[in-house]
């Protein structure tokens, strides 16, 4: 009996692996959707990117329309009786561009209200320059304050829209640079636009130019200066716009060899009472040549930009389908393994069972046995065999996947994705007694590295630098790369010597690195370190604080660390 009781225990335990199999099949569908929202997030964020940039695209649009129609208002002002109809037809002709393309800014960007007030301050610049419709130019200061009306109406909708596409562009870090740039670039269409606008009534009346011009004009080529030395830090944009750095520096070129010469000697021709080179028509034909290449490099910058991003959208969706369809594969697979093994394996060893305890019992068999249930014997154990192999075919697909999606393939540390999901888990264990640290660190002047030696090199310094900071690494320190050269550690300690000590061990480990060029060139590396700590607070405002202090140390000299208390 004690066997007939043993043998009854078995079938039910092989009864049970049916939920087993259940379970097996829905963990695999937990496996798949967790993959699958890898993904989609990677996919979902580049299409943000290329919506945001589209968003922005037409902010700058805009702002070219305020632009070009500041130019016929300009026109109609300075005008004489005969020209006037023609110059109003113009200028009403840009205006229903400018209320158009103003409309189609969307309310994420522009609320109602902003809206509103935009088109209010337009309204009261217009009102100004309507009234030259009539009549001409006989009051020097009059029509300057029209011209400055349209300006100061340019710059409420600049200093309204761009403060809140900053903060709406933080929603999607990875698309903030390009974007600045690209306002960048816009805003210094518009500032070189300005400077003409300071000598267009002082031209048409032959008078002085007036102090608050002089003041204006000094104060745009200094914005127009600082615009140049930003536009020359480029980032990742250099690797999908080729030519673009040379083609900054031609227009650079063109507009201070035409325009600001051209500003020059006007300006020193009122100082000196001499009679002005050129009248008004002839200025403004001259300096806007001198811009025309503005408007070409925005759009060759846009352009690329726009490309790039279209370009990662589409790898990201084809990697999902990529992931979608192997997953869904796998899961067949899965199912079709369990209703196999529920057929061929379960049933017959079932069947057995039942035989084996009707024996045991001395009952009487319904079916004698045959061949077909010696071979199914046989059969289970191959089958046992096969599951065992796609078992573990499923683990290292499923290992290597997860690997894939938190790994940066250059250097094998997380990504950036990860190092955000594991340091802020590490954050939350941190308190006031036994803080989080961050540090932020930068290799110094890596771009140099790419442009001499090429980024082959470039790539075996990120790889050693990350080497480096895996070999000094504690347990249960997060190190990832944040992207390019950049580079982030998140650990827990209790005092600030100890974390200096760790900070310093690693600038000097870096300082010994040591690399060669293509032709066997030798050179070495240093870093930049910004430095935070905190509990109880988002991961957000740590990187913050230290991504300030890293800057700090870029521009106190590099090679420095920042932030320590």
Request: aromatic content about 8%; glycine content about 6%.
């Amino acid at each position: 009996m004690k066997k007939i009781k043993k043998t009854a225990i078995s079938s039910n335990v092989l009864r049970s692996l049916w939920s087993v199999a259940a379970l097996v099949l829905f963990l695999t569908t937990l496996l798949s959707w967790w993959l699958l929202s890898g993904s989609w997030a990677t996919w979902k964020s580049a299409r943000n990117n290329v919506s945001q940039f589209d968003d922005f695209y037409h902010v700058l649009q805009v702002s070219n329309d305020l632009a070009g129609e500041r130019a016929y208002a300009n026109e109609l002002v300075l005008s004489t009786v005969r020209e006037k109809e023609k110059a109003w037809q113009s200028l009403e002709k840009s205006r229903r561009i400018t209320n158009r393309d103003i409309n189609k800014i969307p309310a994420d960007l522009l609320s109602p209200a902003l809206l509103k007030a935009t088109l209010d301050e337009l309204g009261r610049a217009r009102q100004r320059v309507d009234a030259f419709r009539t009549h001409t130019l006989t009051d020097p200061v009059e029509a300057q304050q029209t011209i400055n009306a349209m300006l100061a109406a340019t710059d409420f909708y600049h200093q309204a829209l761009f403060r809140h596409t900053s903060a709406f562009l933080l929603l999607e870090p990875s698309a903030l640079g390009p974007i600045l740039r690209s306002q960048a670039l816009g805003e210094l269409r518009d500032a070189a636009g300005r400077l003409g606008s300071q000598l267009l009534v002082p031209l048409a009346t032959q008078t002085p130019l007036p102090l608050q011009n002089i003041e204006a004009i000094s104060r745009g080529k200094e914005r127009i200066s600082v615009l140049w030395w930003l536009l020359r830090t480029q980032g990742d944009e250099t690797s999908y716009l080729p030519g673009f750095a040379q083609q900054l520096e031609s227009t650079r070129q063109t507009f201070e060899e035409q325009g600001i010469t051209l500003l020059g000697t006007l300006q020193a021709q009122s100082v000196s009472g001499e009679h002005y080179a050129v009248n008004a028509d002839s200025f403004a034909l001259r300096f806007h040549a001198s811009l025309n290449s503005f408007d070409e490099l925005l759009n060759t910058y846009l352009t690329g930009v726009k490309k790039h991003y279209v370009s990662a959208e589409r790898e990201a969706l084809l990697h999902l389908l990529m992931v979608s369809a192997i997953l869904l594969v796998l899961y067949a697979l899965v199912t079709g393994m369990i209703m196999y093994i529920r057929a061929r394996v379960l049933r017959p060893i079932l069947r057995l069972n039942d035989i084996a305890v009707a024996i045991l019992a001395g009952k009487q068999l319904d079916a004698p046995m045959d061949d077909r249930t010696a071979e199914e014997v046989q059969e289970l154990f191959s089958s046992l065999g096969a599951l065992g192999d796609k078992l573990q075919e499923q683990t290292r697909l499923s290992r290597t996947l997860k690997r894939q999606s938190e790994e940066d393939p250059l250097t094998h540390l997380y990504n950036r994705r990860a190092f955000d999901a594991r340091a802020t888990a590490l954050l939350q264990q941190a308190s006031h007694h036994f803080p989080a640290w961050l540090i932020m660190l930068d290799v110094d002047r890596f771009k140099s590295i790419n442009d001499t030696w090429g980024h082959p090199t470039g790539d075996e310094v990120l790889v050693g630098l990350a080497t480096t900071l895996k070999t000094f690494s504690r347990p249960g320190d997060v190190i990832g790369r944040l992207g390019g050269e950049e580079f982030a550690v998140m650990f827990r300690a209790q005092g600030h010597e100890s974390v200096a000590g760790y900070t310093q061990r690693i600038q000097a480990e870096i300082r010994k690195l040591a690399f060669q060029g293509p032709n066997g060139e030798p050179f070495q590396i240093t870093a930049s370190f910004g430095v935070s700590v905190g509990w109880q607070r988002p991961l957000s405002e740590l990187m913050s604080e230290a991504d300030a202090a890293l800057y700090e140390a870029k521009n106190s000299g590099r090679d420095r660390i920042c932030g320590l208390p």
